[in-house]
């Protein structure tokens, strides 16, 4: 352990050495990809026949291989599906990472050389793999499959497209609206009719109605869900965090500084965001004993898809659903979910088209829904359904398969949510839409926990989101 | 504090059972003792806490995961075999204990031999090699995790368990720093004797320096033990089928079950963590005993 | 360089005089040390040399194009106010986390080291248990244990009177609750110097006690030195891991599970996070690159300070 001062020349010495032995970076890549070229892919009976005895209506053979998505591990839902898939095209070979998507694992298939074929993931994160040409355009296959892009909801749609190419297939639609605790207002003295979700001061007075400190906070009364809903209250103001093509960071304007004091202001209301946290981070969310059988909220805006856990954990207590409005009482709503992509470099094209359109066509959601209504009818729950992003699934599902008769308030709550799905918007395809949400996010939490005032923090935010997106458009 | 009057108390006991009777007593030592008692039993308590909560959450209703009470309402040991059923859990825990003992195996001897040589041998610039063995310790893992995985797909050793393990057939530097350390403790006479008894290199390493270390490589063994077997990031780059999984990349399948709806199931992720953790305590147990009396071994001859 | 052996001159090589008898030993210490020699090539120095390459580039694993951009990256650095942030948590949580984990696990290995019968194994298992617990289950765990309103920390903090703070929320109070949790995991370091404290000759103890020395004294002047090879091992490496600490926090504050938190933002943002989003995240690979080199020659310099230091105060019976 002497003579500590060599030790930067001899690393040095050794890295030099290494260099001119060291493959460079480009041949290693091919060299990788190689041995994968060799593999079982090619041996298979290539796409000569017919498409075997399947049913599938294109011409679909060989190897597939899935990235971000379970079959194994996967619900009713995904299992069925893949079902429809193999009985259609029963001479593809499918293979699933049986995980959900993560960029990081996404990163290390692509980088292999043994690329995914088909992937599924958020379209959140959709425009970052867009503009590094990760992604086939998939006007060609809906072309082949004769899958008409205008049966996806137009907000998921608009997610998925850049230059006026889908580059994905939406698959769930997830879009949000306010919960109401009846017990809550009742408590409070309020009707849950009569709040006025339009106008910002009706909210903030009930909040105030509403909260319960008894020692400690034991109620929230309105939870603005930040930073996660940010979007939604600058929408309702008629604004946004971020321009359609997702090329603009719009953080540092009048509405963002004005939603983010205003959902301060209600969290304040409730005793700040340190109590305020703690004490939902102590809740049953997905228990018997949540946050709405236990009485700890009034109401706050939430994925639709809380109902089922709702409706299926406390079915007794009970809750009023409402669309979350815009100052002008339109509905406005976030929208989210997962989307099927085929990687530019697959070679099963043809199987990774046969694959996604299937996933995502009407009959193939239809066959899922009915399964999960089988079964709930079986355990003797009610159905709330399926809420997919192809329009005419929706129809038939909440048609024809959901039936809610025997819970009118669930009813009514379902007819809310799908009464905002046409207008609801979606996060756009920015090639840096992981930066931008951290620079949000960050300038929320500052916000919140008072380590900035709201000028400044949104001012850094907006530099920063800007600065990585101009970097990643290049 | 002090580790002597233990041991004489110890000894005492031992030598004199039931001497301690017949003496007056010494409140002192009885304060003494009960205050040790206490400390003893709060950091235990401390320790072990957390863990028995997860075991009970792993046999409560899905509900109560999160609710305040320790014991559950009804006890569902069925969480059990229900995450049997949902996921080839038998599989990933043979892929686990596979790569666990590969592992181990590996890297205790070839760290040892590694280690062994910078004890040992007088070769030029020694002090700059090692320090090398540091400085690659001191690399942030994260940087060489891309070019690694390129360099075991290069291999073709993409989606099998190989480059879980093999990976230590070339040491590993945190090891050869530890028992470098313990190599150092050995007096070097031991080794002269053994060269003048003709014994060559290799086999001195083995059948003088191996032994007197071996409480040492126990705890390398045990260390590493824990380390592969805990060791989520490898085989989420490296793995992708369901049936390679070890058990925490298993885990992680469960936590993020695509599913939508709200079914995430915490009890069951409970009963993964209670199956990942509870080997680790039978082998900890188990080991205890070579570990214990290697070290105490150690203790007594290498002097 | 030349040296005077056994009344004949000879040559210097490395620090070390070159006789036939140092080119056997160094022969063989090649072949002692191969495997790691190898290891270090192709999975070591190949990759980070590479890395250093990607630090002067603009690198994105996604994108074909590769541009040398020279220093743009460490420059960037200079202005970018999450590298300011995240190396004053790491720091911050360096300077409480190594000092407190060496002293707690010290007393640990001394209670251990006391305890005698046959329950000495379950409480030896008891301190070790949480480390062979998953960074994920840790996480989880911390994430009920420390919360602000009824988590069982501050349960225990209210019998004592102390109305406990918001660990989960108050950026004031983020890094201690860290702290709090990484002291959970200090059994490593205990079984370290229990082991240490096992291989302290007793006869120096019982030399001592003729002399007449008390327990403070022995533990002074034989205990600490005895076991000063260990204390050093556990300051080096638990210094260079907490300047990567990852797994727990991430698992934490910036997982994306359903009902966490939305994220403690930038008081939780520790170097190697900050590193891993950049990489694989945001993949800005070179930035990466040039975040890992920054680290690493942190870690270095404060390694060698270490080593420097310790030279007064380490003891070896064999050199």
């Known amino acids: ?474 | ?303 | 360089m030349t040296t005077v052996v056994q009344g004949k001159e000879v040559r210097s090589v490395g620090g070390v005089p070159w006789t036939p008898n140092t080119r056997r030993e160094t022969l063989w210490a090649l072949v002692f040390l191969s495997p790691w020699i190898i290891g270090l090539i192709i999975f070591t120095a190949g990759p980070m040399l590479w890395s250093l390459y990607l630090s002067f580039t603009d690198y994105d694993p996604l994108r074909p194009d590769i541009t040398f951009i020279g220093l743009d990256n460490y420059v960037a650095m200079l202005g970018d106010r999450r590298v300011a942030t995240s190396l004053f948590n790491t720091a911050f949580y360096t300077v409480f986390h190594v000092p407190l984990s060496m002293a707690i696990a010290l007393f640990l290995a001394l209670i251990l080291n006391r305890v005698g019968g046959k329950m000495a194994g379950f409480f030896r298992t008891a301190f070790y248990l949480p480390n062979v617990t998953p960074a994920v289950a840790v996480g989880t765990l911390f994430l009920l244990l420390l919360n602000g309103s009824n988590g069982l920390v501050n349960q225990g903090l209210a019998l004592i009177g102390i109305d406990g703070p918001s660990w989960l929320v108050d950026p004031t109070w983020i890094k201690p609750g860290i702290i709090l949790m990484s002291l959970w995991t200090v059994g490593n370091t205990v079984i370290i110097y229990f082991a240490a404290l096992r291989n302290v000759p007793t006869e120096l103890y019982e030399a001592a006690r003729i002399d007449g020395a008390g327990a403070w004294n022995q533990f002074r002047n034989i205990t600490l030195p005895m076991i000063s090879g260990a204390l050093f091992f556990t300051l080096v490496i638990n210094t260079i891991a907490s300047l990567q600490m990852f797994s727990e926090v991430y698992t934490i504050f910036f997982g994306q599970q359903q009902g966490q938190s939305a994220g403690a933002g930038e008081a939780a943002l520790f170097y190697v996070i900050y590193l891993f989003r950049n990489a694989f995240e945001f993949f800005k690979m070179g930035y990466a690159s040039a975040l890992a080199w920054v680290l690493f020659l942190v870690i270095m310099v404060i390694t060698v300070i270490q080593v420097r230091g310790s030279r007064r105060f380490v003891y070896y019976e064999g050199e």
Not at chain 1, 403 to 418: F, K, T
Not at chain 2, 98 to 119: E, M, N, P, Q, W
Not at chain 2, 217 to 222: A, C, G, K, R, T
Not at chain 2, 276 to 282: A, G, S
């Open chain 1, 1 to 474: 352990m002497t003579r500590w001062s060599r030790l930067v020349p001899v690393l040095a010495i050794v890295m030099l050495v290494l260099a001119a032995c060291g493959p460079s970076g480009e041949s290693q890549s091919a060299a990788a990809s190689e041995p994968d070229g060799s593999q079982p892919a090619g041996s298979e009976p290539a796409a000569s026949g017919s498409g075997g005895e399947g049913t599938g209506g294109m011409n679909a053979s060989g190897e597939l291989f899935a990235y971000g998505f379970g079959y194994e591990t996967g619900d009713i839902i995904a299992k069925t599906r893949v079902d429809v898939f193999n009985e259609q095209y029963p001479d593809v070979d499918i293979t699933f990472s049986e995980s959900g998507f993560e960029d990081q694992g996404f990163l290390t298939a692509l980088a292999s050389g043994d690329a995914p074929d088909v992937v599924n993931l958020p379209r959140n994160k959709i425009g970052t793999y867009i503009a590094r040409g990760v992604l086939q355009p998939l006007t060609d296959c809906m072309d082949q499959a004769g899958l008409d892009p205008n049966v996806f909801y137009e907000g998921a749609r608009n997610q998925v497209t850049v230059d006026g190419e889908m580059y994905a297939l939406p698959e769930f639609y997830n879009t949000r609206v306010w919960i109401i605790n009846n017990a809550a207002f009742e408590d409070a003295g309020l009707d849950p009719e009569s709040v006025d979700w339009s106008d910002w001061d009706s909210i903030a007075q009930a909040n105030e109605a509403l909260v319960k400190n008894d020692g400690g906070l034991t109620r929230i009364g309105i939870d603005p869900k930040l930073p996660e809903f940010l979007s939604m209250w600058v929408r309702a103001l008629g604004g946004q965090v971020i321009s359609d093509d997702g090329m603009e960071s719009l953080l540092d304007t009048p509405e963002v500084a004005q939603a983010v004091e205003f959902g301060k202001s209600l969290i304040e209301a409730n005793g700040g965001i340190n109590e305020f946290t703690d004490f939902r981070n102590t809740w049953d969310f997905f228990g018997a004993n949540n946050q709405v059988a236990a009485d700890q909220i009034g109401a706050w805006p939430m994925e639709q898809w809380y109902l089922n856990v709702l409706a299926e954990n406390s079915p007794d207590a009970e809750i009023t659903v409402k669309p979350f409005v815009d100052q002008e009482g339109n509905t406005t709503t976030l929208q989210d979910g997962n989307s099927w992509a085929i990687t530019a470099d697959t070679d099963n094209p043809d199987a990774a088209c046969a694959f996604i359109t299937t996933m995502v066509a009407k009959d193939t959601w239809v066959a899922a829904a009915q399964a999960r209504a089988d079964q709930r009818e079986a355990d003797g729950l009610p159905n709330t359904g399926v809420y997919t992003a192809n329009s005419e699934a929706d129809d038939v599902i909440f048609n024809d398969i959901v039936d809610l008769s025997d819970y009118p308030s669930l009813q009514e709550a379902v007819q809310v949510v799908l009464e905002g799905q046409d207008t609801a918007f979606g996060f756009p395809p920015s090639p840096a839409g992981a930066e931008f949400q951290q620079a949000l996010t960050d300038a929320v939490n500052r916000v919140l926990s008072g380590e900035a005032d709201v000028q400044q923090a949104l001012s850094d935010a907006d530099a920063e989101a800007q600065d990585a997106i101009d970097a990643a458009a290049r």
């Open chain 2, 1 to 303: 504090m002090a580790t002597d009057e233990a041991r004489s108390a110890d000894a005492r006991a031992i030598d004199r059972p039931g001497a301690d009777v017949k003496e007056p007593i010494d409140w002192g030592r009885v304060a003494y003792n009960v205050g040790f008692g206490v400390v003893l039993l709060f950091f235990t308590i401390l320790f072990l806490y957390p863990l028995v909560w997860l075991f009970f959450a792993s046999v409560k209703p899905g509900s109560e995961v999160f609710s305040g009470n320790l014991l559950p309402s009804v006890w569902r040991w069925d969480n059990y075999p229900r995450l049997m059923d949902q996921q080839p859990v038998l599989q990933w825990a043979w892929n686990s204990t596979l790569v666990t003992v590969l592992a181990s195996v590996t890297v205790t001897i070839t760290s040892a031999l590694v280690a062994f040589a910078f004890a040992y041998f007088r070769f030029p610039f020694r002090g700059v090699v090692f320090g090398i063995v540091l400085a690659s310790m001191m690399l942030p893992g994260a940087v060489t995790m891309i070019p690694n995985y390129l360099i075991w797909d290069f291999l073709g050793f993409n989606n099998t368990l190989v480059p879980l393990w093999a990976g230590n057939l070339f040491a590993s530097p945190f090891y050869i720093f530890m028992l470098r350390q313990f190599f150092l403790g050995l007096p070097r006479e031991l080794f002269d004797a053994a060269r003048v008894d003709g014994a060559n290199y290799l086999r001195m390493w083995w059948s003088v320096a191996v032994p007197l270390t071996r409480a040492a490589l126990i705890v390398v063994f045990i260390f590493e033990l824990k380390v592969a077997w805990t060791d989520l990031v490898r085989p989420l780059i490296f793995l992708r089928d369901i049936a390679t999984f070890t058990l925490p990349r298993g885990l992680k399948a469960i936590i993020d079950n695509p599913s939508i709806g709200g079914e995430k199931h915490f009890e069951l992720l409970a009963v993964g963590g209670i199956l990942i953790t509870v080997p680790m305590i039978i082998v900890f147990f188990l080991g205890q005993r070579y570990f214990i009396e290697g070290i105490a071994t150690t203790g007594s001859t290498g002097r």
